[in-house]
C-alpha cells in the first residue's frame, strides 16, 4: 500500500516563507518542519511570484478557466481574467506589506532594547539604519506594542539646599555661546528610589557635546558626593587652566568650601543658577529626566551597588555612546565629539587647594 502524502496548510507554507524570509537557516527549518529544501525554496518561489494566493494546500495551483456566463462574450471573459489576475496581485502585495511590517517592527523592538525612548528618537534611529519610516507610524507601532517610557513617579525628594551661609556667586553661562568641548560644564544632583532607600547621583556634563564627563551614587547628599563627580570628569578631561565655566544649581553642595576649592585649584570659574529658575540649568535638568524616564523609572535596584552599576552601564554605554541627541543632529556625544579637537590633554597642574569643611 502506498504510503499517502502530508498535506501542508496555507497558513503553515506562508509562515515558513515568512521564516527564510527573516533569515532562518533553510536546513533547520526543514528539520524542525519535517520537509525537503526543495520544497520550502518552491514555496518561496511561488509566493515571490504569485503571493499567498500561490501557496495552495496541496498539488499544484489549478488552472482558473474563465466561464462564460449565458450571453457573455469574449469581452466580459477579458474582464473576469483581468480581474481575477488583479485580485492575485493585491493579494501578492499584502503579503510582502505583512512581512514588511513583520521586520520593521522586530527593528523597532531592537531599537527599543537599545533604550530608544521616543517615537521621534525612534525614528531617527531607524532611518539611521536604512529604513524610510514615518514619525507617526512609529508612535502608533510603539503603542501598539508597549514599547512607549514609563512615567516619572510624581514623588520627588529634596535634593537642593540652597537656605545656607556659604557665598552664591552669579550666573556666567546665560546667554554664552559655546564653540568647543570644555567650555561651559553643567552639574546637578537627583534621587534615585531603591527598594528600601533613596540613593542620590551626581552628574557633571559637558553643555556643548551633551556627554556625562564625571558622575558619582551614594546614600548621602554630602558634598563629598558632588566632589566624587567633579574629581571623575577633572581626572578624564583635564580642562587647561582658566578656560572653562562650571555652573550648577545654589545647593550647599556645590557653594561649600571643599567644592569651590577644587574649582579654584583648577582654575575653574564658578556659575550657579538665579533664585527659583531651573531653566538656567536646563542642560544638566534634560539628562536627568533622560536618566529617569529610559533607565531609573520601572526598575527595582536591590541596593546601591546595583544602582550603581546599572546607571554607570547606562551612562557610559548607552548614552555617552548609542543614544541619538536632537541638538547633535541625532548623533551621539561620542561620535560627535570625535569631530572637534582634543580636550586640553596639555593642561596645566592644579594650584593647591584650599582647606574647608563642608556638611
Not at 561649600?256 to 577644587?262: I, N
Request: hydrophobic share 40%.
Amino acid at each position: 500500500m502506498s504510503k499517502k502524502a502530508r498535506v501542508f496548510s496555507r497558513e503553515m507554507k506562508l509562515s515558513a516563507v515568512r521564516r527564510m524570509i527573516a533569515g532562518e537557516n533553510v536546513s533547520a527549518l526543514a528539520r524542525e518542519l519535517k520537509v525537503l529544501r526543495k520544497d520550502l525554496y518552491k514555496w518561496r518561489a511561488g509566493f515571490r511570484a504569485g503571493g499567498p494566493a500561490a501557496l495552495r494546500q496541496r498539488g499544484r495551483p489549478r488552472k482558473v478557466v474563465p466561464v462564460e456566463p449565458p450571453g457573455a462574450g469574449p469581452v466580459a471573459a477579458d474582464d473576469l481574467a483581468k480581474s481575477q489576475q488583479r485580485i492575485a496581485e493585491l493579494e501578492r502585495k499584502i503579503g510582502q506589506q505583512q512581512v514588511e511590517l513583520d521586520f520593521f517592527r522586530q527593528a523597532l523592538r531592537q531599537v527599543r532594547g537599545k533604550r530608544q525612548p521616543s517615537d521621534g528618537r525612534g525614528a531617527a534611529q531607524l532611518r539611521r539604519e536604512g529604513w524610510a519610516v514615518n514619525r507617526k507610524r512609529v508612535l502608533r507601532l510603539m503603542r501598539v506594542d508597549n514599547l512607549l517610557c514609563l512615567r516619572a513617579r510624581p514623588f520627588v525628594p529634596v535634593t537642593t539646599d540652597s537656605q545656607h551661609g556659604w557665598r552664591v556667586v552669579p550666573n556666567l553661562a546665560r546667554g554664552i555661546q559655546l564653540s568647543g568641548l570644555d567650555q561651559l560644564w553643567v552639574a546637578d544632583i537627583t534621587y534615585v528610589r531603591m527598594r528600601e532607600e533613596f540613593a542620590y547621583l551626581a552628574i557633571v556634563l559637558d553643555a556643548f557635546s551633551r556627554r556625562v564627563v564625571g558622575w558619582a551614587l551614594e546614600t548621602h547628599l554630602q558634598a563629598s558626593l558632588a566632589t566624587a563627580a567633579l574629581t571623575m570628569a577633572l581626572t578624564a578631561r583635564r580642562p587647561a587652566l582658566g578656560s572653562l565655566i562650571h555652573h550648577s544649581d545654589r545647593g550647599v553642595q556645590y557653594a561649600c568650601g571643599d567644592y569651590t576649592a577644587v574649582l579654584n585649584a583648577h582654575g575653574i570659574r564658578a556659575s550657579m543658577s538665579r533664585v527659583g529658575n531651573p531653566y538656567d540649568n536646563a542642560r544638566a535638568e534634560s539628562f536627568m529626566k533622560t536618566l529617569k524616564m529610559e533607565e531609573v523609572d520601572g526598575r527595582d535596584y536591590r541596593d546601591a551597588d546595583q544602582a550603581r552599576r546599572a546607571i554607570g552601564a547606562f551612562i557610559e554605554q548607552v548614552y555617552n555612546r548609542q543614544r541619538l541627541h536632537s541638538a547633535l543632529d541625532h548623533r551621539p556625544p561620542a561620535e560627535y565629539e570625535a569631530n572637534f579637537p582634543p580636550h586640553g590633554a596639555a593642561a596645566q597642574q592644579p594650584r593647591a587647594a584650599i582647606g574647608a569643611t563642608c556638611p
